[in-house]
């Protein structure tokens, strides 16, 4: 168990997270190529961190990078895009990757991503070392985004979060799950989540999408996840909690009303795409009660935000919609 970055909570500080108090901890242009780096996904690696980050780069093309860290904030981002060999298929097509989510699961760290198929799907692949990566058949037909694996096989198969979605800036989007036995062949489709109607919760009325990996607690899968509003000056990304029923998690029990975190920092209000906060990964410390939970602000830069994980737990109970 490493070490995962960590700060107290600030005194008199009364939100649920708060933020590290030097984000961003990834800038823009922290590698030559890039214009935005955002939209991350990093996990525990031999005696540190290892990551997969989305770079688009000055010609505004999506690809992922895999990087390394010792503390989880200071980050050696490779200046080259991950090249991927073929997987558990031929190699096939990807006309751009974004939006990456590591898991490990048995034996290989997993990623899912946006794989540009003919218009955005999820893409999967998977590497031992973060230095060789394999890519194998998409998960789905096009349109979806936001594909999340559970970090362990549920009733005997894997199990991936997904929102069908459009070719363009999709106005609507509900979380689903499908299962595969092998991590090729997806059914067993099922609706999980949908956006909200705007009387109950209007932050996340237009649609919503799986964030970081979902976590085991006593009571459930702890699923974070974006929700959008549409507003007159465009979306406008928060970040709520949910908690599936373990066995079945098409089960919602547990929902947040409110927001937990919405786009309120500089940083989070201005960039390419203003008003975004959207997770992509969680580290946590059960015994310590220790959550971190990396997330893209504005489309343009990484910030990290803290929490207790029973906290976050005890707010989507007693906040439930
Ligand atoms: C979504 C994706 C995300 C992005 C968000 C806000 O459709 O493109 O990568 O963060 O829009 O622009």
């Known amino acids: 168990m490493n070490l995962i970055p ?8 009364k939100d649920i997270l708060w ?3 030097a984000n ?7 590698i030559p190529s890039s214009n935005s780096i955002f939209n ?3 996990v525990e690696y031999k005696d540190g961190f290892a990551g997969v980050f989305r770079c688009d780069n000055k010609a505004v093309q999506m690809n992922i990078f895999a990087g390394f860290s010792k503390d989880g904030i200071h980050w050696d981002i490779n200046h080259d895009p991950i090249q991927m060999k073929a997987g558990n298929t031929q190699m096939i097509d990807s006309d751009y990757k974004y939006d990456p989510r590591v898991v490990f699961i048995e034996d290989r760290y997993w990623i899912t991503w946006c794989n540009g198929y003919h218009g955005p799907t999820i893409g ?25 694996l559970f970090p362990k096989k549920i009733n005997g198969k ?7 979605s459009d070719n363009g800036h999709t106005p609507f989007g509900d979380i689903y799950i499908s299962y595969s036995p092998d991590m090729k062949y997806w059914g067993e489709h099922r609706c999980v989540m949908k956006a909200t109607n705007f009387e109950d919760s209007a932050w996340q009325c237009t649609k919503v999408g799986a964030g970081p990996i979902p976590i085991l607690t006593n009571d459930g899968w702890l699923m974070l996840y974006h929700g959008v509003i549409n507003t007159c000056n465009g979306f406008r990304y928060a970040m709520g909690a949910a908690i599936l ?15 937990l975190l919405g786009p309120s920092e500089l940083y989070e209000q201005i960039g390419d795409v203003p008003n975004v906060v959207f997770p992509c990964a969680a580290l946590h410390d059960s015994e310590e009660d220790k959550l971190a939970i990396y997330y893209g602000a504005a489309d343009t830069v990484v910030a990290l935000v ?13 906040n439930s919609l």
């Open 6 to 13: 960590w700060q107290d909570k600030p005194n008199n500080w």
């Open 124 to 148: 999967i692949g998977y590497t031992f070392d973060f230095k060789e990566f394999f890519q194998c058949e998409n998960a789905f037909l096009p349109f979806n985004r936001n594909g999340v």
């Open 245 to 259: 029923d373990e066995h079945q998690p098409d089960i919602v029990k547990y929902r947040t009303q409110p927001y």
């Open 24 to 30: 961003p901890i990834i800038d823009r242009y922290a």
């Open 19 to 21: 933020r590290y108090s």
């Open 306 to 318: 803290f929490g207790r994980l029973s906290e976050v737990i005890q707010f989507t109970k007693e």
């Open 40 to 42: 991350s996904a990093v």
């Open 158 to 164: 894997y199990a991936m979060l997904s929102r069908p």
